[in-house]
Structures are given as C-alpha cells and as structure tokens.
C-alpha cells in the first residue's frame, strides 16, 4: 500500500506570495494532521481535520487555513507568506478508530522556502 | 500546556557502543509516548510507543519504558550501528489520538564506524 503522499517536493516563494500545500493519506485514514517543522527544531502542530471537519488547531496565525476533502486528502494554505514560514511541513495520517490503534504516519514533507 | 524536553545532542558514538537519549515530558493525565526516528531528506518514522505507566516500547533493538513517577521515556540500545545515524524525536499525544502531538527538538545521532 502506498504511505501518505504530498506534494510539491520542494516550494520557493516571496514574501506576501500564498502557497497551498497538498497530502493524501494512508488508504483508510480519515484523520490528516499537518505539522511545521523549522530547521533544528522538533513538528509543531498546525491543525487536525478528522471526517473533513477539524479537530484541532495549534498555536498559528490566521495566515494559517486547511481543509479536508470528501476522499479525505488536505490542503494547507498559508497566506501573506513571511521568512520566518520557511520550514518542512509535514503531514500525518492516522488509522480509524482512534484510540484503538494510537498513531500516526508521516509523508515525507513539503519544503517550503520564503525569500 | 504539554511539552517534552530531550537531551541536547548532537550525540557521537563508536559503533557498537551503548545509546541513552534522554526525554521527560509535562503532561495532564495519561498520555501517550512516542519516539520517532528522521533520517536525512526524509519524514517521520515511528519507532516505538508506550500506552500506560510502565509499558515498554521496543522495535529493531531499541527501548525505551513509560516512567510516570519521573515523567520520563528515556530511549536506549545496546549496540548502535553506522545505520542508527538519524535525528531521533520523543513526543507525546492524548491517550486516544497521536494525531495531536507535541514533540521534543530532537537529537542527532552520529555512528561512527
């Protein structure tokens, strides 16, 4: 089966330009979490959309938005792009029936780089 | 709120040589831990995980044991290879969804032969 996919690769962009990322998860999965992950530092959490509706947001600007689709693939959109949104971003699935089978499944991340 | 602190690294070892890295969290109620292996170019991968107090997670000669009286989920190996080189992640999440977590900076781990 083929693990969770995104897409572009690689991304460059200038500041106040808008970006959309995309994912597709695991076959199955219909939780999709997206994460930032700076240079050095550890993901941090962006947002949870579970059955296309969202479960959780973490400490990110409005600038910040996603969504989840019917077939449960996600966009993340980052508007008015800054510097400092220069990252890996990652997206995660997860199996259904969430605490019988507690985690989750990362693609290999989008690179986003603002100049 | 939640957080996990690790180790700071970067940590260098001779091959077969013991690892330890370091990881305490600050957490309400009961989560759940998680260490996740990254190596170069690549996303994350999980490498084991622990439920409930005193639950030991272990995959490909790794370890590590939930301490709840510590706050602690210290990964360990008895022999590390040139291969175990990755950046290694502790994290942690709600008992009943690892789609939510709060992870460590990581710390990197170099082999040498």
């Known amino acids: 089966d083929a693990g969770v996919t995104q897409s572009p690769t690689h991304l460059i962009k200038t500041r106040g330009q808008h970006v959309t990322l995309r994912c597709s998860p695991i076959?199955?999965?219909?939780?999709v979490s997206w994460y930032q992950q700076v240079l050095g530092q550890g993901p941090q959490f962006i947002f949870q959309y579970y059955e296309k509706e969202e479960r959780g947001r973490g400490n990110f600007p409005d600038r910040f938005s996603a969504r989840q689709f019917p077939n449960y693939s996600s966009e993340l959109n980052v508007n008015a792009l800054l510097l400092g949104d220069s990252a890996l971003y990652l997206c995660?699935?997860?199996?259904?029936?969430?605490?019988?089978?507690?985690?989750?499944?990362f693609g290999p991340g989008t690179r986003l780089t603002v100049l | 709120g939640d957080s996990v602190t690790q180790m700071e690294g970067p940590v260098t070892l001779s091959e077969e040589a013991f690892l330890t890295i370091n990881c305490t969290y600050t957490a309400t109620g009961y989560p759940s831990l998680f260490w996740y292996v990254q190596y170069p170019g690549e996303g994350l991968q999980l490498l084991l995980k622990?439920?409930?107090?005193?639950d030991k997670g272990s995959n490909k000669g790794f370890e590590a044991t939930y301490r709840k009286e510590t706050t602690s989920f210290h990964l360990e190996k008895g022999s590390v290879q040139v291969s175990d080189s990755a950046v290694y992640f502790c994290?942690?999440?709600?008992?009943?969804?690892?789609?939510?977590?709060?992870f460590g900076d990581g710390t990197t781990l170099t082999v040498k032969p």
């Open positions: 995660a699935s997860s199996p259904p029936g969430l605490g019988l089978r507690n985690e989750q499944f």
């Open positions: 622990a439920t409930k107090a005193d």
């Open positions: 076959s199955g999965h219909k939780s």
């Open positions: 994290a942690l999440s709600e008992a009943t969804n690892a789609g939510k977590s709060t």
